[in-house]
């Protein structure tokens, strides 16, 4: 799936066509405008088991600057959230200053990136559940300006919401659930019912 294929999925559930991901029209202006950000809070939704990334940190990425933490490590370009410390979601650490501080020496990272690879054909490397969660974010954010008074809104929020929710479910059953932090909670507070005007505070809050 390419970033044309996650675009036409986001106009489709508002009834909206895209003839080219090149044409400067109003909407690819908005997609365009909302996609970072999209991508951002997406990539934040949950530990994707299948984004996560291992890094060993060792002295070659060892920072000469000191803080309360022993140790001050380079991260690696494509960092975007912290997953787990040496083999655990309890060891302490911190992200300031563009490193990664903890009192672990020559630790093992786990993380999500801050982006989605694609390859040589430009076809995002990542589940398409996953990029699905993309498209519907960014309908959601892009209603509002190209439906307003349509069901899109609605729409785009239901879908975002069961897709998380069945991606997260095929995680759990997958994996040790006491060994999967938050595995057995849901995102929205512990409920299973759907608020459109919380959601809609929780996006605004996230991004702020």
Same mark, same amino acid.
């Given at each position: 799936?390419?970033?044309?294929?996650?675009?036409?999925?986001?106009?489709?559930?508002?009834?909206?066509?895209?003839?080219?991901?090149?044409?400067?029209?109003?909407?690819?202006?908005?997609?365009?405008?909302?996609?970072?950000? %999209?991508?951002?809070?997406?990539?934040?939704?949950? !530990? @994707? &088991?299948? =984004? +996560?990334?291992?890094?060993?940190?060792?002295?070659?990425?060892?920072?000469?600057?000191?803080?309360?933490?022993?140790?001050?490590?380079?991260?690696?370009?494509?960092?975007?959230?912290?997953?787990?410390?040496?083999?655990?979601?309890?060891?302490?650490?911190?992200?300031?200053?563009?490193?990664?501080?903890?009192?672990?020496?020559?630790?093992?990272?786990?993380?999500?990136?801050?982006?989605?690879?694609?390859? %040589?054909?430009?076809?995002?490397?990542?589940?398409? !559940? @996953? &990029?699905? =969660? +993309?498209?519907?974010?960014?309908?959601?954010?892009?209603?509002?300006?190209?439906?307003?008074?349509?069901?899109?809104?609605?729409?785009?929020?239901?879908?975002?919401?069961?897709?998380?929710?069945?991606?997260?479910?095929?995680?759990?059953?997958?994996?040790?659930?006491?060994?999967?932090?938050?595995?057995?909670?849901?995102?929205?507070?512990?409920?299973?019912?759907?608020?459109?005007?919380?959601?809609?505070?929780?996006?605004?809050?996230?991004?702020?």
């Amino acid at each position: 799936m390419t970033k044309q294929n996650v675009y036409e999925m986001a106009l489709s559930v508002l009834d909206i066509n895209l003839v080219s991901v090149e044409e400067e029209s109003k909407e690819k202006k908005l997609l365009d405008l909302f996609y970072p950000k %999209v991508l951002q809070f997406v990539l934040k939704a949950w !530990d @994707f &088991l299948f =984004l +996560i990334k291992k890094e060993d940190l060792d002295e070659t990425s060892l920072s000469d600057e000191t803080w309360k933490y022993l140790y001050g490590y380079t991260l690696p370009a494509d960092f975007g959230h912290m997953v787990q410390i040496g083999g655990s979601r309890s060891n302490a650490f911190s992200v300031r200053f563009n490193l990664l501080w903890t009192n672990l020496k020559n630790p093992t990272i786990e993380y999500i990136p801050n982006s989605i690879e694609v390859d %040589v054909n430009g076809d995002f490397i990542a589940q398409e !559940d @996953f &990029l699905s =969660l +993309i498209a519907y974010q960014l309908a959601l954010h892009i209603a509002p300006f190209l439906d307003p008074e349509g069901s899109g809104t609605n729409i785009a929020a239901q879908m975002y919401q069961l897709t998380l929710e069945s991606i997260r479910e095929n995680e759990v059953r997958s994996n040790n659930r006491e060994d999967n932090w938050g595995a057995d909670r849901y995102w929205f507070d512990g409920t299973t019912t759907f608020d459109l005007a919380e959601y809609r505070r929780l996006l605004f809050e996230e991004d702020s």
